[in-house]
């Protein structure tokens, strides 16, 4: 069974998905990485070139995949959860619902995501929207929300797995 990282850009998939499988003994990927792989272009170029839904194809045919699979940690895109097909995919697995204050989500995305803007609104205004309608398809998925603006990387890791390990 796959372990999912899901939430919104700056919670930490990324940066929490190796020291989670290195703690399971896992294999990761990151499922943006490998869409960027395969499409040869960047995230922002995905969606300047071709658009989102063109992204979100992308993404969806790239989680079927994996989900076909089982055994990884898995770091996913902000609005994996937007697709109801995702959704059911995701929750064939344990998803891991990563989030933080959105003040810390702003600081951190403005330290360099390298991702695209969402929406036409300055950064504060495009979390707080953005978070407002994915909150509730992120718990629909989720088993287990860490809020990873109060816990150091290593911690959240280990309540991940303290949590992956009951019955």
């Known amino acids: 069974m796959n372990v999912y990282l899901i939430g919104y850009r700056g919670a930490g998939k990324t940066t929490l998905a190796p020291l989670l499988a ?3 003994g896992r294999p990761w990927i990151d499922l ?3 869409v960027v792989r395969r499409a040869g272009r960047s995230v922002a170029a995905i969606f300047a070139e071709s658009g989102e839904a063109a992204f979100r194809d992308m993404e969806t045919a790239e989680l079927a995949e994996v989900a076909a699979t089982g055994g990884k940690v898995v770091s996913t895109g902000g609005g994996i959860v937007l697709r109801p097909e995702n959704r ?5 697995g344990k998803a891991v619902w990563l989030h933080a204050p959105e003040e810390t989500l702003v600081a951190r995305i403005e330290r360099g995501s390298g991702r695209p803007p969402l929406t036409d609104l300055e950064l504060d205004a495009e ?3 953005t978070l407002a309608a994915r909150r509730p398809l ?3 998925v989720a088993g287990l929300e860490i809020d990873t603006g ?5 911690e959240a890791a280990e309540r991940i797995a303290l949590w992956l390990s009951r019955p």
């Open 22 to 24: 290195a703690r399971l």
């Open 138 to 140: 992120y718990r629909e």
């Open 88 to 92: 059911k995919l995701l929750k064939q």
């Open 150 to 154: 109060a816990l150091a990387p290593a």
């Open 32 to 34: 943006d990485d490998e």
């Open 127 to 129: 979390v707080a929207t």
